[in-house]
């Protein structure tokens, strides 16, 4: 989606944001903007800081500098004003299963002041969940579930939507629908959604922009297929003799290739250089069946971006 950030105010805004645990540095100095109508990922390897984050941002933890706005309210000065524009599921959603999922929705909105009966039917529907509300939650599937916690989490008509991991435990037609379900949403409901996920195939296809964490710092916030096309660009040619396409452009052009096969290699290479590389097989008397571009992935790009490090 397009994002004019001069013309939209920010549903959730970081300034500076830092958290110190034990004399150890966990977050440094992130600011970043998250805005209505769009699906934000939020990705890091493994100890960047992404659940420390997510975990300052819902009040569940206290920031050692910095501030926190959702919707224009201080999370350290408007806390209430602030946290009522949120709703969140963090890993998965806790029901009392021997009621059924109607029950649950009316025993959550006891909790909270002026959610009426047509509310609670509204974002039954939205979730697509009217043929199976009447049911006990202990025989949901666990896609279902994971509606079920989305609809409990809007009832209260929040502006931003946190999900920590939706999509574990979800078989892959769950995950579909479960995409296709959040892209409605923030359209429809022009809601903010917040997602963190470590299947970054599912990212890829689900997020608007994301922004990736290394070592508590903020690497970059970018559209994901703007993301995704910068860096160095791969090429995969087929031949008769892999191995000595390897070794006459290692000899040659000094450039490293994989064997993907005995008759396959692949290589960094800018796009205009392709055609020194064609020549120089052609010249070394090597066969060429097919010269093709290799689609990159978020996987990919974010593997380049973070050293081959693992998701969070």
Request: charged share 25%.
């Amino acid at each position: 989606m397009a994002i004019n950030a001069a013309e939209k105010q920010p549903a959730v805004r970081l300034e500076h944001v830092s958290k110190r645990i034990g004399g150890k540095m966990i977050i440094d100095d992130l600011s970043f903007e998250i805005y209505s109508g769009e699906v934000f990922g939020f990705l890091g390897p493994n100890g960047a800081g992404k659940t420390t984050t997510i975990r300052m941002i819902v009040g569940l933890m206290r920031m050692s500098q910095g501030n926190i706005y959702i919707q224009g309210h201080s999370i350290n000065g408007e806390f209430k004003k602030a946290i009522r524009q949120v709703g969140a599921i963090v890993e998965n959603p806790e029901m009392y299963k021997f009621l059924t999922g109607y029950q649950n929705l009316i025993h959550y909105a006891r909790m909270i002041p002026g959610i009426s009966k047509d509310r609670i039917l509204e974002v039954v529907k939205l979730v697509e969940l009217q043929d199976r509300i009447h049911e006990k939650v202990k025989r949901y599937s666990l896609g279902m579930r994971q509606r079920l916690g989305v609809a409990q989490a809007l009832l209260h008509h929040p502006s931003v939507l946190i999900l920590d991991e939706p999509t574990n435990g979800l078989d892959p037609q769950g995950i579909h629908d479960l995409r296709n379900y959040l892209h409605e949403l923030s359209r429809k409901e022009n809601v903010a959604v917040i997602v963190s996920s470590h299947l970054l195939s599912e990212m890829q296809l689900m997020c608007d922009r994301i922004g990736i964490l290394q070592k508590g710092k903020l690497v970059g916030v970018e559209k994901v297929n703007e993301f995704i096309e910068k860096g160095v660009a791969k090429v995969r040619i087929q031949v008769d003799d892999g191995r000595l396409a390897a070794q006459a452009i290692k000899e040659k052009l000094a450039i490293e290739t994989e064997r993907v096969d005995d008759t396959t290699i692949e290589l960094p290479v800018e796009h205009e250089k392709i055609p020194v590389i064609v020549d120089t097989l052609v010249l070394s008397k090597i066969k060429i069946y097919g010269v093709a571009a290799v689609a990159k992935s978020l996987e990919d790009r974010f593997l380049e971006v973070t050293g081959g490090k693992s998701v969070e």
